[in-house]
């Protein structure tokens, strides 16, 4: 198995048979040989600088039913909330003066956030933090759309994947979403010049070794800057309220993967991870991971933002959020630093042949 991992990291790629074979025959062992490689691929190319994104989830709302998610329009026991332009504005005044230069704005599928609203918004966070990327992450919208928030100043766009197979998808989604379309989302983000984030859930209902092997085939040929993955967490008010959770360790050996398959990639250690186990953000780093996301949300809507159960840092202040992470980061000898994190276009691909 050594010598798929080796391969992997000379060639940045293997056949779907190649990550079948290599996730279904992981052990303790080959986890930590992977680690070794995808913590050396990361170090080359980002040190052990970590960057953070400031996250404010502006609206709870969403028009759409995804059968894994806490606040899919199905759910009535939710508290539904939107933030105001002006109080996301004071989010990201908090997060600035935390040392935030990334902001993503995220929600559900919102229909009173109009292109027109979005793109006022746009303007205002870009205007008043000239220095600052502005990521977003707000569902499937047509070209045209994701062409205005572009054209406004959005600098990049998260919509994960959710997963690659086509009959995966219609088992977690609504038969009004499709795996083409948010494959056509994400393909005219690339087109428009979005720095473009896909992603996938690990051990989502449904899902095989197949679909996550899938899943690895399509992040290569679509080439994101980001990839954002982190383990399915049952939600107790929705269809898979009994679907045993993703695990920490599939997790982490997907993170692994990924870092040896795009190497310059910007790879998240998500709450979810943070969430399933009290080291798993620690541990996503050591696996190649080089971001984390704290919540700049105010704390008075954390609790009502709940896609999945039990989910972590619900109660504290933003500035207690970026200095337990920084502490964290340290803990393990990397550092949070001030910067936009921007994806490294001008550095050259390491080749190892040579
Ligand atoms: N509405 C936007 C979208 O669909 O891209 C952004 C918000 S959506 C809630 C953000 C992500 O949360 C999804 O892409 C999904 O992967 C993740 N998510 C939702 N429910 C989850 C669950 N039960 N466990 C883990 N992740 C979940």
Do not use: W
């Not at 859930?201 to 080439?223: H, I, N, R, W």
């Amino acid at each position: 198995m050594k010598t798929l991992i080796d391969k992997l990291r000379r060639q940045t790629f293997l056949t779907k048979e190649e990550y079948v074979t290599l996730i279904d025959h992981r052990t303790p062992a080959l986890a930590d040989y992977l680690f070794e490689q995808s913590r050396e691929v990361r170090h080359h190319y980002y040190g052990h600088d970590v960057y953070v994104r400031g996250l404010i989830e502006f609206t709870n709302y969403c028009k759409n039913d995804c059968r894994y998610c806490g606040i899919r329009c199905g759910n009535h026991q939710v508290q539904r909330y939107r933030l105001t332009e002006d109080e996301i504005l004071s989010c990201c005044d908090n997060g600035y003066a935390l040392g935030f230069r990334t902001f993503v704005l995220q929600g559900g599928e919102d229909p009173y956030f109009t292109e027109e609203r979005i793109v006022s918004l746009i303007r205002r966070i870009k205007q008043g933090y000239p220095d600052c990327a502005l990521t977003l992450s707000i569902g499937e919208k047509t070209r045209d759309e994701y062409q205005a928030y572009f054209n406004a100043g959005a600098d990049r766009y998260l919509l994960r994947h959710e997963t690659a197979n086509d009959a995966h998808y219609r088992y977690l989604h609504p038969p009004t979403l499709s795996s083409a379309n948010r494959k056509r989302c994400l393909r005219d983000l690339k087109a428009i010049g979005f720095q473009t984030g896909c992603g996938f859930m690990v051990g989502s209902p449904g899902q095989t070794t197949e679909c996550l092997a899938e899943d690895m085939l399509f992040v290569k040929e679509l080439q994101p800057q980001m990839v954002g993955i982190g383990p399915f967490i049952a939600q107790h008010d929705t269809p898979f309220r009994d679907q045993p959770n993703g695990t920490m360790e599939l997790t982490l050996f997907m993170l692994g993967l990924l870092r040896l398959t795009l190497p310059k990639v910007l790879l998240p250690s998500t709450t979810a991870l943070g969430t399933i186990h009290p080291l798993g953000r620690e541990k996503g780093i050591l696996a190649g991971a080089n971001v984390v996301m704290p919540n700049l949300s105010p704390v008075s809507v954390r609790d009502k933002y709940l896609l999945y159960d039990n989910k972590i840092c619900t109660g504290d202040e933003a500035a207690e959020c970026r200095n337990c992470l920084s502490l964290r980061m340290k803990s393990i000898g990397y550092t949070v630093v001030v910067s936009r994190g921007d994806y490294p276009a001008d550095t050259p691909e390491r080749n190892e042949t040579t």
